[in-house]
T-cell receptor, first 113, second 114 residues
Framework: AQSVTQLDSQVPVFEEAPVELRCNYSSSVSVYLFWYVQYPNQGLQLLLKYLSGSTLVKGINGFEAEFNKSQTSFHLRKPSVHISDTAEYFCAVSNFGNEKLTFGTGTRLTIIP | EAGVAQSPRYKIIEKRQSVAFWCNPISGHATLYWYQQILGQGPKLLIQFQNNGVVDDSQLPKDRFSAERLKGVDSTLKIQPAKLEDSAVYLC????????????FGPGTRLTVT
């Protein structure tokens, strides 16, 4: 069985500062990795995904993530955050050939003006 | 392109009552998912449909939860009878086909059981 750990439940960051949201996964087989964002009272929206190829993945809204197989991590980064980035961010994993997603518990990103 | 539609957006019921949620996926999306998101947790998959057939319902509490997807389009999730621990946001998602690995989520239905 696979699992996802998001160590930080809340991350406060000053506007225009960089941010990193951490995600570690556990799986006995090869995986696909995802980051979703959830704005207040809305559903989840896909930010980016890693299926294969380059380990550095670029997504929407200036976010990127790097897949590190040896450390079983898929951390999300943004060089300069904006007030509009305030949201809950979820890391998720699925196994090869299976579209079932297992989500982490989420990280609430708060941008401080 | 219209997104995934869900109704109602909010529902308050007493324990032991029944409740139903409706989902209309994006047109042409063959796969439909229902997730339960308890406050402070990530979404948990309850059931996955491919067209009108069930692919995975291993985490659906079948003694009280049921779901159907008639004609491979709309879907309904029902809880009967509801318990306090069923208070959560119920999210519906859809995707186009196998191998794309992108699910589109609706806004969810927030259920409060008192």
């Amino acid at each position: 069985a696979q699992s996802v750990t998001q160590l930080d439940s809340q991350v406060p960051v000053f506007e225009e500062a960089p941010v990193e949201l951490r995600c570690n996964y556990s799986s006995s087989v090869s995986v696909y990795l995802f980051w979703y964002v959830q704005y207040p009272n809305q559903g989840l929206q896909l930010l980016l995904k890693y299926l294969s190829g380059s380990t550095l993945v670029k997504g929407i809204n200036g976010f990127e993530a790097e897949f590190n197989k040896s450390q079983t991590s898929f951390h999300l980064r943004k060089p300069s955050v904006h007030i509009s980035d305030t949201a809950e961010y979820f890391c998720a994993v699925s196994n090869f050939g299976n579209e079932k997603l297992t989500f982490g518990t989420g990280t609430r990103l708060t941008i401080i003006p | 392109e219209a997104g995934v539609a869900q109704s109602p957006r909010y529902k308050i019921i007493e324990k032991r009552q029944s409740v139903a949620f409706w989902c209309n996926p994006i047109s042409g999306h063959a796969t439909l998912y229902w997730y339960q998101q308890i406050l402070g947790q990530g979404p948990k998959l309850l059931i996955q449909f491919q067209n009108n057939g069930v692919v995975d319902d291993s985490q659906l509490p079948k003694d009280r939860f049921s779901a159907e997807r008639l004609k491979g389009v709309d879907s309904t999730l029902k809880i009967q009878p509801a318990k306090l621990e069923d208070s959560a946001v119920y999210l519906c998602a859809s995707s186009t086909q196998q191998g794309i690995y992108e699910q589109y989520f609706g806004p969810g239905t927030r259920l409060t059981v008192t």
